[in-house]
């Protein structure tokens, strides 16, 4: 089986920055043979795309809401995703999912994920 965990979230003020981590764990899992995704949800809203990089982490992706911000980055050594988030806002409240995508390419789509973690809570009060 292959595991998924987040972890680095919390409460910060307005304009701080955190620095999410997700690790990855199974018995011949590589993060390097997939892209990488993260997403979050917020109490009654649609879980939304936030940023993703592909299997080599030359190439990434991010929404328009969180790009000049957020920063995805990947240790395929460690089978660990990092999201550094600066300037956080209180609209940056939810919680903070990584997913697994087995093909390779960033992509925006949630049917494209294969593995989820459980998440983890960011909120930015102001």
């Known amino acids: 089986q292959v595991q998924v965990a987040e972890s680095g979230g919390g409460l910060v003020q307005a304009g701080d920055s955190l620095r999410l981590s997700c690790a990855v764990s199974a018995r011949t899992f590589s993060t390097s043979a997939c892209a990488m995704g993260w997403f979050r949800q917020a109490p009654g809203k649609e879980r939304e795309f936030v940023a993703a990089i592909n299997w080599r982490g030359r190439d990434t992706d991010y929404a328009d809401s969180v790009k000049g911000r957020f920063t995805i980055s990947r240790d395929d050594a460690k089978n660990t995703v990092y999201l550094l988030m600066n300037s956080l806002k209180p609209h940056d409240t939810a919680v903070y999912y990584c997913?697994?995508?087995?093909?390779?390419?960033?992509?925006?789509?949630?049917?494209?994920?294969?593995?989820w973690g459980q998440g983890t809570q960011v909120t930015v009060s102001s």
């Open positions: 997913a697994t995508q087995p093909y390779g390419r960033a992509s925006r789509l949630r049917s494209d994920y294969t593995y």
